[in-house]
């Protein structure tokens, strides 16, 4: 990330813009411009937090001050958690805040009903997830100045079949409604936030109202489920769309020296089956495993285009034959600078590196086994939050450098700089009652529980075929 960023012209006319808040300069100013993007992934969206910190860290060692990252990013956005996490940031909220809000967020929601029948309910209340997203976004609508910079988000709509990729840009064709169709500008954040998270078989659908009730006729309404079981789990590449096709008529620049797209893992793995899998009779496993095996599916597709298409500082592998599109290049040259941060949630990733043993045994007290990596490819077990961020945090020390962070803080027309306000998360009653000896039993129940799955899991495991 380059310091072009402070040479943006001195007045009004040099972009033609009639920006009034940070959202729109972001958004509609000239100069160079910076994505950041949050995959979806249930409680281990704890690894993008651990990311977040150390980018804030970084940035604040090179500028000399704390740096608000809907300051520093002109389009932030995210599927599932990504979403909340991407929101959060988008609204002013800080990476210390998102730590907090996440997880207090998690233990909450991640409760499953007293009563509930199997593969008839959904496994998670919805209601609480949407009043503690609620408690914090209030009746903030996405056409909101209460957003600070350009923010995106992904859900998908399961009574038309159709992926909605909302944003706050004002330019967009579905900004305003017309007659009784609602706009996007009008709708709730948080009943958006709360579409994108609405995980099947975790979650209900989240029902929003399309078009209000008029002329006799009833209300339309829309049913939404998790944006990651769309092809953008890693929204990346819809956020990169939205920057640059004429449709969306952002119309930014293109060049590493002019776009720069950051992109935010919850941890990778290879989902395998085994001989057991496929036995007769076994089919409902073989059809999970399939499911879940689409989220890798949609990762390394991701990183392969992004790769090609963007200079990139942190080449991450993708098979045997591609590598990692190192030496592979669009015709007319790359169109963006990219940046992918993640954890691999496999034992060959901490054993790569002798000193990357010794930091992850230092931080745990121990040798992970293969029983620790199961127990942390959960998307709902809340009891992770703690060890995934452990392990994440050494994961961005290594991968965060500063030379990723270049430049400063965008000037736009007539010298303004960002000045949104900073927002800070208020105290819950979860602070005051953390250290009850109910909630620690009733963690360490949770815990032990936890690793039983796991080692279960892993009994009825057999050897991993070797990878591609």
Not at 149 to 167: E, H, N, Q, Y
Not at 355 to 379: N, P, V
Request: glycine share 8%.
């Amino acid at each position: 990330m380059n310091d072009v960023s402070e040479s943006v012209g001195a007045d009004a006319s040099d972009c033609g813009c009639d920006c009034t808040c940070d959202r729109d300069r972001h958004l509609f100013c000239k100069g160079p411009k910076r994505i950041l993007a949050f995959d979806g992934g249930g409680v281990r969206g704890a690894v993008s937090v651990a990311f977040l910190e150390e980018i804030e860290a970084v940035l604040a060692r090179r500028l000399g001050r704390e740096v608000l990252l809907g300051h520093w990013f002109d389009l932030i956005g995210g599927t599932s958690t990504g979403a909340i996490i991407g929101g959060a940031l988008a609204m002013g909220f800080s990476s210390a805040d998102v730590k907090r809000f996440y997880h207090e967020l998690a233990p909450k929601v991640f409760v499953r009903p007293r009563w509930r029948l199997p593969f008839l309910m959904a496994k998670f209340d919805a209601k609480l997830l949407r009043d503690e997203i609620q408690r914090i976004i209030g009746k903030c609508t996405l056409g909101s100045e209460d957003l600070m910079t350009g923010f995106s988000l992904v859900a998908k709509r399961v009574d038309t079949g159709s992926t909605w990729i909302l944003d706050n840009n004002k330019r967009g064709d579905y900004w305003d409604g017309s007659d009784d169709v609602i706009g996007n500008k009008d709708y709730e954040l948080g009943a958006l936030i709360r579409a994108s998270t609405a995980a099947p078989l975790y979650f209900d659908p989240e029902e929003v109202v399309i078009a209000e009730a008029r002329n006799g006729m009833p209300a339309v309404k829309g049913w939404f489920v998790d944006g990651g079981v769309t092809a953008h789990n890693n929204p990346s590449i819809a956020l990169m769309r939205l920057a640059l096709l004429d449709a969306y008529r952002l119309r930014w620049a293109t060049g590493p020296e002019n776009l720069t797209i950051v992109s935010i893992g919850t941890g990778t793995h290879r989902t395998r089956v085994t001989p057991d899998d496929i036995r007769p009779g076994r089919s409902w496993r073989l059809a999970l495993h399939s499911m879940l095996s689409m989220m890798g599916d949609v990762h390394e597709n991701a990183l392969t285009e992004m790769q090609y298409l963007g200079e990139t500082l942190t080449p991450w592998w993708i098979n045997g034959q591609l590598r990692d599109m190192r030496s592979e290049s669009p015709p007319h040259g790359k169109l963006f600078r990219f940046i992918r941060y993640d954890v691999r949630l496999e034992l060959g990733w901490i054993n790569e590196s002798k000193d990357r043993q010794e930091k992850i045994e230092s931080a745990f007290g121990r040798t992970l086994t293969e029983t620790d990596m199961i127990r942390m490819r959960s998307l709902d077990d809340p009891t992770i939050i703690e060890d995934l961020y452990k392990l994440a945090r050494i994961a961005a020390k290594e991968q965060v450098r500063e030379e990723h962070w270049q430049g400063a803080l965008p000037v736009w027309c007539g010298g303004r700089t960002p000045s949104a306000a900073r927002r800070t998360l208020p105290p819950t009653a979860s602070d005051r009652s953390g250290d009850t000896f109910r909630v620690r039993a009733s963690r360490t129940i949770s815990e032990a529980l936890s690793y039983a799955r796991a080692r279960l899991a892993r009994a009825v495991s057999r050897r991993e075929p070797p990878a591609s």
